[in-house]
T-cell receptor
Framework: GAVVSQHPSRVICKSGTSVKIECRSL??????MFWYRQFPKQSLMLMAT?????????EQGVEKDKFLINHASLTLSTLTVTSAHPEDSSFYIC??????????????FGPGTRLTVT | GQQLNQSPQSMFIQEGEDVSMNCTSS?????WLWYKQEPGEGPVLLIA?????ELTSNGRLTAQFGITRKDSFLNISASIPSDVGIYFC???????????FGKGTSLLVTP
């Protein structure tokens, strides 16, 4: 299998606080994890690419100091939304690419985290 | 990354009908992937295509990688109510393995 989990599934926080979202590959090791953001009725937009043990690569327009990514192990990546504001409210989804998989191009997605900033 | 042109945007069909959707890009991709997303969940991989001209099936689903490497289509035969969801195409170059997503096709199936 290729199961990816995210925690929490839903979080509500107050404006100005920070929120950490975890992404775990449960039954495989992931060389690379990706973080996406999805607004209602819209497509997934890549925020950053995270490789284990190195700094994340952010897409143009994504503030790296606001969206802190840590990929400390081959099974865990975290996204921290710092000083969250209402406009950061969104559905955040991670995906993982399997280490040594027969199909290196396939990405397996987590179930997503719904962030609401009040 | 770039966004792909996916059509139609939405489809409202009766159970038993066949469905076809497609994606086009101005750039060449090395891989095309089709995902299904249900409300409040992450996308689930349906079919992956790795070379131009490839035609692959997964049950009632069939997808093809266009010869020009700039397009792909997904067909669903004999649709059933549980096919309801949003279908996304995604193209991928080798560099970095990041996915470029289409805007999605929302499928509604009435019994």
């Amino acid at each position: 299998g290729a199961v990816v989990s995210q925690h929490p599934s839903r979080v509500i926080c107050k404006s100005g606080t920070s929120v950490k979202i975890e992404c775990r590959s449960l039954d495989f090791q992931a060389t690379t994890m990706f973080w996406y953001r999805q607004f209602p009725k819209q497509s997934l937009m890549l925020m950053a690419t995270s490789n284990e043990g190195s700094k994340a690569t952010y897409e143009q327009g994504v503030e790296k100091d606001k969206f802190l990514i840590n990929h400390a192990s081959l099974t865990l990546s975290t996204l921290t939304v710092t000083s969250a504001h209402p406009e950061d409210s969104s559905f955040y989804i991670c995906s993982a690419r399997k280490l040594g998989g027969s199909n290196p191009y396939e990405q397996y997605f987590g179930p997503g985290t719904r962030l609401t900033v009040t | 990354g770039q966004q792909l042109n996916q059509s139609p945007q939405s489809m409202f069909i009766q159970e038993g009908e066949d469905v076809s959707m497609n994606c086009t890009s101005s750039s060449i991709f090395n891989t095309w992937l089709w995902y299904k997303q249900e409300p409040g969940e992450g996308p689930v991989l349906l079919i992956a295509l790795y070379k131009a001209g490839e035609l692959t099936s997964n049950g009632r689903l069939t997808a093809q990688f266009g010869i020009t490497r700039k397009d792909s289509f997904l067909n669903i035969s004999a649709s059933i109510p549980s096919d309801v969801g949003i279908y996304f195409c995604a193209g991928q170059t080798n560099s970095g393995y990041a996915l470029n997503f289409g805007k999605g096709t929302s499928l509604l199936v009435t019994p």
